[in-house]
């Protein structure tokens, strides 16, 4: 799925203004431009953004491939530690949506939380997805 690139978590004006002027404007079009170090490299010469913020909103955009997975439940995720798409492949569906929970509770991430049914499908789509994001 590709979402307008402000559905991502943590882009401020200037960062997307910046990433617009380049001519990205989704997160399908950010995923492509930084998903390899050179990439990224590249991107920030020509945006100012760093390189390590870059690597995080290419991460999020890569979430964002999962049917279901919008702004909120990216930074829910993030909060209980699952930074990428490879690390949500490995979690145990049942101890991630425990983990979510109690996160949300203390932070307020979202209005509804997915259900343990909703969590298992996200790591089955996570371990079918191709890897998109290199990292040397």
Known sequence: MSYPIT???GLDEDDVGAL????I???ERLLEQAKSPKGRKLLAGRTGIGEKRLLDFANAADHMRIK???KG???LLRAVGVMTVRDLQYRNPENLAHAMAEANAKRKLVRFLPSEKLVVRWVEQAKKLPLK????
């Open 7 to 9: 559905h991502i978590d």
């Open 73 to 75: 439940y990216v930074g």
């Open 133 to 136: 994001i290199t990292y040397r």
């Open 25 to 27: 404007r989704t997160t």
């Open 20 to 23: 617009k002027a380049v001519g």
């Open 68 to 70: 279901g997975m919008g």
